[in-house]
């Protein structure tokens, strides 16, 4: 990571959207790597405006809210998410189709992980910030987890560079 750091102080002295382009690409590469082995069907890319909508929701927020919430999300996804559903069983429900908030907000709920999380009450205020509503075109569904966590952790290095 440290030579990121390194490139990224060159290429400020260019054009600063064409660094952050080849930041972007150069951390989505590395950060892929931690869900290989996460279905596709929880990794459909977001619109450029739920980034847009997301990179607003970090510029909100204090660092450490943006830590613990990647964190949980990656739990979510990993504990969660991750886990085989069998598509017979009569109580199947593609998960991959509802609010990412609302997966969010049931795996705190049920978190083994509960107290290791520092979840406050402003932490819950920027969760609930996500859009969720079935007529939201800025809706994140379960099926963009992974590429939400992708976006947020770009976004949080970059604003960590600058």
């Known amino acids: ?15 600063e ?25 929880f990794k459909t890319d977001l619109t450029m405006e739920q980034e847009h909508e997301i990179e607003e ?23 969660k998410i991750d886990v085989p ?15 990412f908030r609302d997966q969010l907000i049931g795996y705190i709920d049920t978190s083994p992980f509960e107290e290791d999380l520092q979840i406050d009450d402003s932490l819950m205020v920027v969760i609930g910030q996500m859009p969720s509503d ?4 800025l809706r994140i569904l379960t099926a963009q987890s992974v590429d939400f966590w992708q976006v947020l952790f770009i976004g949080k290095k970059n ?3 600058t």
Request: charged share 25%; with cysteine; glycine share 2%.
């Open 134 to 137: 079935m007529d939201d075109q």
């Open 17 to 41: 959207t064409y660094a952050s382009v080849l930041l972007n690409v150069q951390y989505k590469k590395e950060d892929v790597k931690a869900f290989e082995g996460v279905p596709d069907s």
């Open 1 to 15: 990571m440290d030579k990121l750091v390194v490139k990224s102080a060159v290429l400020t002295t260019y054009d």
């Open 159 to 161: 604003v960590s560079v």
């Open 57 to 79: 929701m970090l510029a909100r927020s204090p660092a450490e809210q943006i830590n613990t919430l990647l964190e949980l999300i990656f739990e979510c996804i990993v504990f």
């Open 85 to 99: 559903q069998n598509i017979n069983d009569e109580d199947y429900i593609d998960i991959s189709q509802i609010s």
